[in-house]
């Protein structure tokens, strides 16, 4: 076995849309600019739904979609970077809900390339033999982590889940993963303890994260630098694809379908520049959702699926890039 089969997809997506125009009511900025810079119009907020209850949602409807029951699933891999608990894992509370009561509960978190991180950890739980069946929830609550007055940044980020069941193949899958670790200051949000970071003098202490971070302003939402983002977006975007591809033996004249992390269009369309693969098969719905972190993958997969646009054979790219800063890029042939 070398790949994974999609067995199944489910998605879960709140029912109150936020427009463009709602942000005009109290930030300045308009529909426009928002729409320009980044292709986003409009986005989902949960109001009824901690990301846990997103999450089990969004798995319920994909074991309907692949016809598999709870038990029959092995493990239960969450992405999220916007959990409700430290602990329990989402994955436990998810594995509650739906009753996969067979199932081990892994959380995993590399922010916005989560999808593609959890999909390549399944494939290799699966290849192993270790497991058959496993379910992937990739769950975000993001509006309740920003910062309306800041207006760099409040109006990118959507709520939702995306999942999918993934069982063995004997199809291609490869995989390109990293990370940048010195690029903490690009894109995070702090757990919100109420205490500070220890004093000075404490064992490990590290001053020039507190320097950073410990300060009243930046304790509690998302901080990004949009523009630094954005540079290592382009070129972690187009590099790993050409990586995978290579990998993989293929060239991106090949690839049917392909769906980029959602963060912006124009981050989106630089990358496509150097990958060379005409829009047609560029898979978008940020216009909509705005960008839901690691979920944006999965919904897309959703969508495709329900429209039978994932058909057996089509080659599938998943190229994506987050917080951490991390990137990665998947090949896998369906
Ligand atoms: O999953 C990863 C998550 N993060 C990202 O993907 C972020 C990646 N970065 C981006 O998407 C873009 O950098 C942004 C959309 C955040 C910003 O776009 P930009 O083209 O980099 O804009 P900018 O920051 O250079 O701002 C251009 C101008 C500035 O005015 P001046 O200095 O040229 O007079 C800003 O003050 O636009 C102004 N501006 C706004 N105007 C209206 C910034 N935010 C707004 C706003 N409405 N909301």
């Known amino acids: 076995m070398k790949g994974v089969k999609i067995l199944g997809t489910g998605s879960h997506l709140p029912s109150a849309v936020v427009t463009n125009d709602d942000f005009v009511k109290f930030l300045d900025t308009s529909d426009e600019w928002i729409y320009t810079r980044t292709g986003i119009k409009e986005r989902f907020y949960s109001t009824d739904k901690m990301n846990y209850q997103m999450a089990a949602a969004a798995a319920k409807n994909a074991l309907e979609n692949a016809c598999v029951g709870a038990e029959e699933i092995d493990m239960i891999i969450v992405s999220t970077c916007s959990t409700d608990f430290f602990y329990p894992n989402t994955a436990c509370l998810v594995q509650n809900i739906i009753g996969a009561k067979n199932a081990a509960c892994i959380d995993i978190n590399t922010a916005c390339t989560g999808f593609i991180s959890a999909l390549d950890m399944a494939r290799r739980y699966i290849c192993t033999g270790d497991c058959d069946k496993i379910l992937i929830v990739a769950s975000e609550f993001l509006s309740r982590m920003q910062d309306f007055t800041d207006r760099t940044s409040c109006f990118l980020f959507g709520d939702g889940a995306g999942a999918v069941i993934v069982g063995g193949s004997d199809k291609p899958f490869y995989s390109v993963i990293g990370a940048k670790g010195d690029m903490l200051d690009a894109l995070y949000c702090r757990i919100q303890y109420s205490g500070k970071f220890p004093k000075e003098g404490f064992d490990g202490y590290d001053r020039d994260i507190k320097e950073k971070l410990d300060t009243e302003a930046k304790n509690i939402y998302l901080q990004m630098d949009g523009k630094a983002v954005y540079r290592f977006a382009v070129d972690a975007m187009a590099d790993s694809f050409a990586r995978v591809c290579k990998k993989a033996g293929v060239e991106s004249k090949d690839i049917d379908i392909l769906i980029p992390h959602q963060a912006n269009i124009r981050i989106i369309n630089a990358a496509l520049k150097s990958m060379d693969i005409p829009d ?38 998943l190229v994506g890039f987050g917080a951490g800063l991390t990137y990665g890029s998947i090949y896998m042939e369906l």
């Open 280 to 317: 047609e098969k560029v898979y978008v719905n940020l216009d909509k959702h705005g960008n839901t972190s690691s979920a944006c993958i999965p919904t897309i997969l959703d969508e495709l699926n329900r429209n039978g646009r994932l058909r057996e054979g089509s080659k599938l790219a």
